[in-house]
């Protein structure tokens, strides 16, 4: 049972010789904490560790994510705008 986790993600971008992306990698991984019990002679210890557990992959070239892009703004409708805003907020409070 994983009673504790989150939802993770990861980008890699491969772009051409111009710089402009051919491709983009996206990662799925859940992450979540294990508990572990184990008995010693002065009695149980207790431990948790943090484990990744990589879910899948998905592969796009440069038509799949401006449809994917497009296919969020369609559903999120206003609120994709929203979270874009969100997001460039974010990277101007870490200098980005």
């Given amino acids: 049972m994983k009673p ?3 939802n993770a ?3 890699a971008r491969n772009a051409n010789q111009e710089g402009r992306t051919v491709e983009l990698q996206l990662d799925f ?4 904490m294990e508990g572990e019990s184990q008995m010693t002679k002065n009695g149980p ?3 948790s560790v943090r484990r990744n557990e990589h879910l899948t992959s998905v592969l796009l070239t440069r038509d799949g994510v401006a449809a994917l892009i497009s296919l969020l703004r369609k ?3 206003a609120e994709f705008d ?3 805003a969100f997001c460039e907020a974010q990277d ?3 200098g980005g």
């Avoid at 991984?29 to 979540?32: A, H, R, T």
Wanted: aromatic share 18%; no cysteine; glycine share 10%.
């Fill in 4 to 6: 504790f986790f989150t």
């Fill in 9 to 11: 993600f990861g980008i």
């Fill in 29 to 32: 991984m859940l992450q979540y």
């Fill in 45 to 47: 210890v207790s431990a």
């Fill in 75 to 77: 559903t999120l409708g």
């Fill in 82 to 84: 929203e979270i874009v």
């Fill in 92 to 94: 101007e409070l870490r």
